[in-house]
Structures are given as C-alpha cells and as structure tokens.
C-alpha cells in the first residue's frame, strides 16, 4: 500500500493531447465494483474528443485502486462450471488471435496477464514455435505448470527490465488503465520488429449498455480506468504512440451486459456482495450471450478489438 492506504485526488488535462478543455460527462460517479472511498468525475477533451478520468486518484495512489487479487485472478473465483467458462474463453481468444499470427517462430510478450491463462493456451497450441514472457504487477501470484516455459516479468511497460524485440506484443484490457497511455505505447512500439503486431481490446464507450446503465456499466470501473475510448479516439491514441495501420472489429462479450446489470443490483438494489461475485452473475452472463448477439449484428459492442502492424 502507498499513502498509509489513503486515495489522493488530483484533476487531470487531457491524457491525449494534454489540453485543459475538458466539458464534465458525468461526476460523483462511485466505484461500484471493488466499493472504494471517493467521488470521481469523467470528463471529455474539447480538443481531441477522448473521454477520460478527469477527477482521478493522483499516481502514488494507484495502487491503493486494486486489491490483492486484481492483477492474477484468484483461483478460487474459477472452480467447476465457472472454470469450464474460464477456460473456453481463453481458448476462443487464442482462436481469433491464431488468424493473425505470423508464420514461423514467434517471440510474443503480453502485458497484464493476469494469471497467464492466455499464454498458457498458446504455450499448448504453438509449443516450441513461441517464446512466451507475460508482464503484471503480481506475478509471484502466478501458479504455472513446472514444465511451463513461460517467462514471468513482474512491473510496468514503462520500467520493466524487457530485453529484444517482439513479434507480436498483447494488451488485452490494459490501455484503458494506463495513466500515460501514448507514453507505453511509443515504448511498445520500440518493442516491436519490423513488421510486428500489437493486438488488443478495450470497453467501448459506444456502448449501449453505456447508456443503459450510465453508473453502472461494467466498462467505468473508475477509478481503475483512465480512458474510454470510442473507435475514433482509440486511433487517435494508437496513431499518437506510432501506430498508423490499425484495424478495429467488434467483440462479442456478453459480460458487457451481465456486469452492468450485477452493478446496478448492488448499487440500486443494495444487493450484498461485489458484483462479479453475485451468484446470478454467470446465469446472467449465459442470458445474456443471444441479446448481446443481436446487438453485435446491429452494428454495436461494448468491447473493441485492435489490431495495429507496423511498416515491415
């Protein structure tokens, strides 16, 4: 913990182009998934339009915004059904990423992996065509398998000691986190070979379930998150760290809907527990996956997916 735990707000410009425009979206907003302290104001640059985290915890309190078991998911959270979800959710992400992979040997590094679930599942697909390291904060937290030969980094993408270049470098749900968003990226794309790939996801501020439930949608998580980008301003962001051929596709994630609805149930409702931990949230999460299909095929998603390749 830092600060003897307490949380130090600061007001922030524009974590795009650093302008002190910002028209308030919404204020007082609460943090309803992890219930810490404090108030927090979202904001909208008049400039570049990215909407952000104007009201936030300062950097040394960071820290105090994550609980133990943020960064490497506790295994408990992922017994019987709820693993078998787990598992294939991995698994269908390794299947869409499989389609953009490079031939040959690959070199790929993912930031914020959590509890290596991802890698574990390319390490099986890919075997000894992959060198495979995963960066976090926790990664002492990280139970591989002893065969595994994935290469733990514990720290940031800004000061982790990260030797050689990449073929390919993930940052599933991690930009929207990221106090310095074009600052990593600029060091991500240093990272990179020629030719390389960084590929990711973040919440889409397009929502709909954005404006369902506009304090309790599941992409907020304030104050964790810094950013909410809409595809427009998440390629101003990537175009601004030295990304310029960038593709964007919709992602199916019915946990789009079934968070937003578990945090509206405690906010409102004053349903006891944290919302992820509810017991309906995996039914709800199954309801969900046909409604979330239509509005897929309406043209809307509360996830982007990314895919930015640099010049070979």
Request: net charge positive; proline share 6%; with cysteine.
């Amino acid at each position: 913990m830092t600060n003897g735990g307490k949380i130090v707000m600061e007001d922030q410009a524009c974590l795009l182009c650093g302008s002190a425009r910002v028209a308030v979206r919404q204020n007082s907003l609460g943090d309803v998934e992890e219930g810490l302290p404090g108030e927090y104001t979202i904001g909208q640059c008049a400039e570049c339009e990215l909407v952000f985290l104007a009201r936030r915890p300062c950097g040394a309190s960071l820290p105090e915004c994550y609980g133990d078991s943020y960064h490497a998911v506790a295994a408990r959270r992922y017994r019987g059904f709820s693993g078998v979800l787990y598992d294939l959710r991995y698994y269908f992400r390794y299947r869409q990423l499989q389609a953009w992979f490079p031939k040959g040997s690959l070199r790929i590094l993912e930031i914020g992996c959590g509890d290596a679930k991802l890698l574990l599942a390319m390490e099986k697909a890919l075997g000894d065509r992959a060198e495979l390291l995963g960066l976090d904060y926790a990664v002492a937290a990280i139970a591989l398998p002893a065969n595994s030969k994935i290469k733990l980094i514990q720290g940031d993408i800004q000061t982790a000691p990260i030797e050689g270049k990449f073929d390919v470098i993930l940052m599933f749900d991690v930009l929207e986190h990221l106090a310095d968003p074009v600052g990593c990226l600029t060091r991500i794309r240093r990272g990179l070979k020629a030719g390389g790939l960084l590929i990711g996801q973040v919440p889409n501020w397009n929502s709909l379930w954005r404006r369902v439930f506009p304090r309790c949608w599941s992409g907020l998580q304030v104050p964790r998150h810094m950013s909410f980008f809409t595809p427009a301003t998440l390629r101003k962001t990537l175009a601004k760290g030295g990304f310029d051929n960038v593709r964007l596709k919709p992602v199916f994630d019915p946990g789009d809907l079934s968070v937003s609805l578990c945090n509206w149930l405690v906010r409102r409702r004053r349903w006891p527990g944290k919302p992820r931990g509810l017991k309906i949230y995996i039914p709800l999460t199954l309801a969900a996956a046909p409604v979330v299909a239509l509005q897929n095929m309406l043209g809307d998603s509360g996830a982007i997916f990314f895919v930015a390749k640099l010049p070979s």
